[in-house]
């Protein structure tokens, strides 16, 4: 298996909404990665996870709020979203310590009204 | 100065054209250099990296890496309607599970 996968493909919530999105890959990877990515702009990185721990939180608001269950699984829980929040949701994982390059899930767009 | 920068492009190439993109970045110890391809609405695809000065190639992909110039380039041979897509450098160095990404090239190839 050399896929990440993410879920929901697509979400639409309001302002005042509680979701979440998730992220799973079993290829043994051991660092997961959460990006924002909007239109005709590069990603630009979240949160990093490495062996289930948070290392890098890239001073992101507060509704946002990631968790690694375990190994294979990433979460970011969202609450109390802006319209501007919405974007494209990648998942990534990799191998070490990034120096081996990432595997992105397809993502979820995410529409914030 | 941003820590990747490329040419927005757009690049316009004829089919079975060579597509020439570059990438610069700023910080002397990025370790790691990737190529990925991203269509529109979808998510990043890594086709190419490189860790050493030189070139490496791929098929119809070749990067090329010149850390004293700080420099980073992607040729595309033989280019196709379907290598139209944005290309993104990312760098990481090599401590930190940091990728960082270039604004990214817009490469249009027409028929």
């Known amino acids: 298996d050399t896929e990440v996968t993410q879920t929901p493909k697509h979400l639409v919530m309001g302002m005042t909404n509680k979701k979440s999105l998730k992220c799973e890959q079993h290829m043994g990877h051991r660092a997961m990665y959460w990006y924002k990515q909007k239109a005709k702009k590069p990603p630009e990185l979240m949160f990093v996870?490495?062996?289930?721990?948070?290392?890098i939180n890239e001073s992101v608001p507060s509704r946002f709020s990631p968790e690694c269950p375990n190994s294979s699984l990433l979460n970011l829980h969202l609450h109390a979203l802006q319209p501007e929040d919405s974007a494209l949701y990648l998942c990534a994982s990799s191998q070490g310590a990034g120096g081996d390059g990432y595997t992105f899930g397809s993502g979820t767009r995410l529409t914030v009204v | 100065q941003k820590e990747v920068e490329q040419n927005s492009g757009p690049l316009s190439v004829p089919e079975g054209a060579i597509a020439s993109l570059n990438c610069t970045y700023s910080?002397?110890?990025?370790?790691?250099f990737f190529w990925y391809r991203q269509y529109s609405g979808k998510s990043p695809e890594l086709i190419m990296s490189?860790?050493?000065?030189g070139d490496k190639e791929d098929g119809r992909f070749t990067a090329q890496l010149n850390k004293a110039s700080q420099y980073v380039s992607l040729l595309i041979r033989d280019s196709q309607p379907s290598d139209s897509a944005t290309y993104l450098c990312a760098v990481s160095k090599a401590a930190g599970n940091k990728l960082t990404f270039g604004g990214g090239t817009r490469v249009l190839v027409k028929p």
């Open positions: 910080d002397r110890v990025s370790q790691s």
């Open positions: 996870y490495s062996y289930e721990k948070l290392s």
């Open positions: 490189i860790y050493s000065n």
